[in-house]
């Protein structure tokens, strides 16, 4: 879902779906994620988990190994980049339902 939300009804569905039901599947979801998942799908959950869900889990913090700076890294893969991110992830968060809870980039 986070790999290709188009395939999926699009990112704020995918994120609305999260919200929903990612305190009773956690488990699930981060099992499937750490056994199947790219760095950057490691990324993208430990940030909706984390900071969207506000649920904490052991795994996260190796989750955190795969976090990159740069200019490749955005929460939608299919939006252009916003100039707010996740400090902690060192995610674009170009989601508009998100915006207030990102920081804006640091210039210098």
């Not at 599947?25 to 959950?45: M, N, S, T, W």
């Not at 740069?70 to 929460?75: A, D, M, P």
């Not at 207030?100 to 980039?105: G, L, Q, R, V």
Request: with cysteine; charged share 30%.
């Amino acid at each position: 879902m986070l790999r290709e939300p188009k395939l999926c009804g699009g990112m704020q569905h995918v994120l609305d779906v999260y919200k929903r039901d990612a305190k009773r599947y956690l488990k699930l979801i981060v099992e499937e994620i750490d056994r199947h998942g790219q760095p950057i799908d490691k990324v993208r959950a430990g940030y909706v988990l984390s900071e969207v869900c506000e649920l904490q889990y052991p795994v996260f913090q190796e989750w955190e190994s795969f976090v990159q700076r740069g200019g490749s890294r955005k929460l939608d893969p299919d939006e252009e980049f916003a100039t707010h991110y996740s400090e902690r992830w060192k995610l674009s968060i170009n989601v508009p339902s998100l915006a207030s809870m990102a920081s804006d980039f640091d210039d210098g």
